[in-house]
């Protein structure tokens, strides 16, 4: 059974989840390698989303995953949006280049398998005050040879210009390193957001300046920029030269922006939701190209960036092309879902991930 409940509201699942009784594996024991300059066990790890609170940091750091995000918080609260949050897509409705749109499976069940499916939350955020002091509880949570990153999204106000968003990361960048965050990683890209935050890596040159501005504010800390799909190399090298020297590393890729539809073709997550985030199983070939193309600019040009890879990850093919491609690290965002014993599969098998 799924460890997050889509049929229930995020802040059930904030404070029930996760679904999981174990029992807790034996994790085997695995050589230690470094990530962005951490000892650690294994250099696979849960993207930002499904870790909603320590909780459920604590659960799937026990689980074997070693790269521990905490999901996006911002500088304010932020509600959810409502219910759907997250739905299934139909497997006969080809994910391609089109842009056309997507049709969420009709009956809300499990899939067989590992599916694609959407997820459009609006990225929500509790109180800083509240989340610090969950972010010091996740870290204390962590074992030996794990890391805690930390997900921060700034939030543009009405009236106010780059200058006060940019500011917002520098803030938010400076309160995750305080609240115990090991690595702080902007989310520059979300595809459910309807307003400006979520297409920050499409502007080169406000990256860089988040990029500028949270390495002032993040002392030591290393940084992850995450960003979303780059149809093609013009837009993803002036990205990269742009944070390059600034920030430690980028985080690719985002999942897709899609539009998703219900069967009778209206948006599946309501009214103004029509885009949505794509994930899972039918993301991986593009992410894993936008992968393979950013560690090739980064080499020819050397720029000094670590790749971390995410999207469409459901096993070892998937860890292994991404590892062969050049990534520092792996993480994933939905497969842990459906199958929290992922990691120590992963380990048993290959232990030098
Ligand atoms: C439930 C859920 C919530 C997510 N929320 C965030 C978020 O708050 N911030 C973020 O950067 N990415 C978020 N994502 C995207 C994931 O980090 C990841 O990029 C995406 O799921 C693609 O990976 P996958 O194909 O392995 O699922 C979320 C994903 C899921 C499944």
Not at 238 to 259: F, K, P
Request: glycine share 12%; aromatic share 8%.
């Amino acid at each position: 059974m799924a460890t997050y409940r889509i049929d229930r509201s995020y802040d059930w699942n904030y404070e029930n989840g996760p679904v999981f009784d174990g029992p807790y594996p034996a994790v085997p024991a695995t050589p230690r390698k470094t990530f962005l300059g951490y000892e650690v066990a294994s250099r696979l790890g849960i993207a930002a989303g499904l870790l909603l609170n320590s909780r459920w940091v604590e659960t799937y750091a026990r689980l074997g995953f070693d790269i521990l995000t905490y999901k996006t918080v911002r500088s304010r609260h932020r509600a959810c949006y409502p219910v759907p949050n997250w739905v299934y897509l139909d497997p006969g409705v080809p994910l391609d280049g089109s842009g056309a749109p997507l049709v969420a499976s009709g009956s809300g069940a499990e899939p067989p398998g590992f599916p694609t499916s959407s997820v459009s939350f609006g990225m929500p955020s509790k109180e800083p005050a509240e989340w610090m002091a969950d972010v010091a509880r996740a870290r204390s949570a962590l074992g030996d040879g794990q890391v805690l990153v930390v997900s921060v999204v700034g939030t543009p106000e009405p009236g106010a210009g780059p200058a006060e968003l940019v500011d917002d990361f520098a803030r938010l960048a400076a309160m995750a390193r305080e609240a115990g965050a090991q690595i702080v990683e902007a989310n520059l890209s979300c595809p459910n957001v309807t307003s400006a935050e979520g297409q920050i890596f499409q502007d080169p040159a406000l990256s860089g300046e988040i990029a500028r501005a949270m390495r002032a504010s993040a002392g030591t800390l290393p940084i992850l920029l995450k960003a979303g799909y780059f149809a093609d190399d013009a837009a993803l090298g002036a990205y990269l030269r742009a944070v390059a020297g600034h920030v430690t590393g980028v985080t690719l890729v985002n999942g897709l922006s899609r539009r998703v539809v219900d069967a009778a073709g209206k948006p599946a997550f309501g009214p103004g939701r029509e885009g949505s985030g794509v994930l899972g199983a039918g993301v991986f070939p593009f992410c894993l190209d936008v992968v393979r193309r950013a560690v090739a600019l980064i080499e020819r040009e050397k720029l000094d960036l670590a790749v971390v890879a995410v999207g469409g990850v459901a096993g070892p093919s998937e860890v292994g092309a991404y590892f062969s491609a050049g990534a520092a690290g792996v993480t994933m965002g939905s497969a842990p879902m459906f199958d929290p014993l992922l990691a120590v599969r992963l380990k048993e098998t290959n232990p030098g991930w």
